[in-house]
């Protein structure tokens, strides 16, 4: 538009007159200026087909059609579309995989923050908390949590308690988290810090130490007399082999395991700490572990230090939002059919609570 403005006079005259006509020293720089920029113009057309050649060269040289691309345009068309579905199929299972994996062999946790935080911030919030070790008949060990009631006066040290709880966490719950802990309560504070949806909370202020675990198979409690957690090795043969151990040969959590670990820590309680008064606690799942420590204690399995006349363990026992048993849990919320499909699928466990109870 510009150097039609600036060479009319140039544009509109007659052949006749063109030899007398001169473009004006402003016609001159808008033509100059439109020359150049048809000559970045040009450019960038030619490399954008030398990029496109390059690009269409590699395609037919992956799909073998180069020499007779025009002659065969639908087998081609054809071939793309089912190489396109090939992939596609691929890549799904592709990230099937991967997304399995992780789930079958988890990869090492490096990151602080994780169970090690949690146990921390839990610690953190209760004076005379300390970690016990208990020892687990068929091998391995479990890791305790003892939080000493508001009124003891010697926290931090394993004395003879008048009245305690033991805390059984319901299903795949970690003593950090599973208490109804938050980030508020404790017996750092005052007492109107207290939290009353913490069952923790609860018991320490009532005058009640609390005895917290983990199950074999969670947090730091293991099943192996050999703690294997840093036994990680890199490489696809040690990842099988890691996945076929874990599936088939390491320890795994059962209705057994759960009752059995129950059942040692309320003996150490009575046993190794000495105690006037238990109370065992249980929720959900962890009402089957806490009824049948309950039963075992109560039958006087176990039992080696020498207790008062007035000593009854347990003193109480609370199924907390338990189950009678497993199948019954199932064909309540899935249907009636699982009744006789859950004893086929999990033939050695045994979760009669109510029978325990």
């Not at 006349?309 to 939002?321: K, V």
């Not at 899935?334 to 109510?354: E, Y």
Request: with cysteine; hydrophobic share 35%.
């Amino acid at each position: 538009q510009e150097l039609e403005d600036e060479a009319s006079n140039v544009l509109n005259c007659s052949v006749k007159s063109l030899a007398t006509r001169k473009p004006t020293p402003k016609a001159e720089k808008a033509a100059s200026k439109l020359l150049l920029s048809s000559s970045k113009f040009k450019e960038l057309l030619s490399s954008i087909k030398a990029t496109s050649g390059k690009i269409s060269e590699s395609l037919h040289l992956e799909s073998g059609s180069s020499d007779n691309c025009d002659n065969d345009s639908e087998e081609s068309s054809d071939g793309s579309a089912s190489r396109s579905n090939e992939e596609t199929t691929f890549n799904v299972v592709k990230s099937g995989i991967k997304t399995l994996i992780p789930m079958l062999d988890p990869p090492p946790h490096y990151s602080i923050f994780g169970l090690d935080v949690l146990r921390g911030c839990m610690l953190s919030r209760y004076v005379g908390a300390r970690q016990l070790w208990v020892k687990r008949p068929d091998g391995g060990m479990i890791d305790v949590i003892h939080i000493p009631c508001k009124e003891s006066t010697n926290k931090g040290k394993l004395e003879p308690k008048q009245k305690a709880v033991l805390y059984c966490n319901p299903n795949a719950g970690l003593t950090e988290c599973a208490t109804g802990m938050s980030l508020v309560g404790g017996n750092v504070g005052k007492d109107e810090d207290f939290n009353d949806s913490c069952w923790t909370d609860f018991y320490t202020c009532n005058g009640f130490d609390i005895f917290l675990f983990n199950y074999a198979g969670f947090g730091r409690s293991s099943g192996h007399n050999k703690d294997t957690r840093n036994d990680y090795k890199p490489g696809i043969l040690a990842r099988l082999i890691r996945m076929f151990c874990r599936s088939f040969i390491h320890f795994k959590p059962t209705p057994y395991s759960m009752k059995s670990d129950a059942f040692s820590v309320a003996s150490f309680i009575v046993n190794d700490i000495g105690v006037d008064k238990l109370v065992i606690h249980g929720e959900s799942i962890g009402g089957m572990a806490a009824a049948s420590a309950a039963r075992k204690l109560s039958d006087g399995k176990g039992r080696k230090r020498e207790s008062s006349p007035t000593s009854i363990y347990p003193s109480l026992l609370l199924c907390d939002r338990t189950f009678c048993n497993l199948p019954a849990v199932a064909q309540r919320l899935v249907g009636g059919w699982t009744g006789h499909v859950i004893p086929l699928l999990t033939p050695l466990w045994s979760t009669d609570v109510a029978g325990d109870f």
